[in-house]
C-alpha cells in the first residue's frame, strides 16, 4: 500500500511540472534582488508573486482590452473608453479627457447596466 501511493505522488508531481512552462528572462540585477528581498519579506515564494502578477495583468487585460481597428474608428457610435473593470485611477483619467456627448453615453449605458443587474440582483 505505502509503495502504491509514494508512485501517486510521483505521477502528481510528475503531472504538476508538465503542466508548467519554464520561463526565462533577462533583469536589472538591482531589481531582481530587491524583488526577492520584498518577496523574503512577505514569506513568498518568488514564482507565487511573480504569478500572481501575471495573473492579476491576464485578468485585467484579457477580455476588455480589445485592439480598437481603424475601421471602428470611422463609426460615429464608436467610443473608445477603457475596459469594464478597469481601476478607479484610469476611469476617473478617462472621464477628465472624455467630451460631454462621450460622457452622456457612458451614463446612458451605466443606468442601463444598472436597471438589468436589479433584475438579477
Same mark, same amino acid.
Given at each position: 500500500m505505502k509503495a502504491f501511493f509514494k508512485a501517486l505522488i510521483i505521477i502528481i508531481i510528475i503531472i504538476i511540472k508538465l503542466s508548467e512552462k519554464l520561463v526565462n528572462?533577462?533583469? @536589472?540585477? @538591482?531589481?531582481?534582488n530587491d524583488l526577492k528581498m520584498l518577496a523574503l519579506k512577505e514569506r513568498t515564494p518568488l514564482k507565487n508573486? #511573480?504569478?500572481?502578477? #501575471?495573473d492579476d495583468y491576464v485578468k485585467k487585460h484579457q477580455d476588455g482590452n480589445p485592439q480598437?481597428?481603424? @475601421?471602428?474608428?470611422? @463609426?460615429?457610435g464608436f467610443v473608445a473608453c477603457p475596459a469594464f473593470f478597469r481601476d478607479r485611477l484610469t476611469w476617473l483619467v478617462y472621464y477628465q479627457k472624455a467630451t460631454p456627448e462621450?460622457?452622456?453615453k457612458i451614463?446612458?449605458?451605466v443606468i442601463m447596466h444598472d436597471k438589468l443587474?436589479?433584475?438579477f440582483l
Open positions: 528572462f533577462r533583469m @536589472d540585477s @538591482d531589481k531582481f508573486l #511573480i504569478s500572481g502578477l #501575471i480598437f481597428t481603424i @475601421d471602428q474608428f470611422k @463609426d460615429p462621450e460622457l452622456q451614463k446612458f449605458q443587474l436589479g433584475k
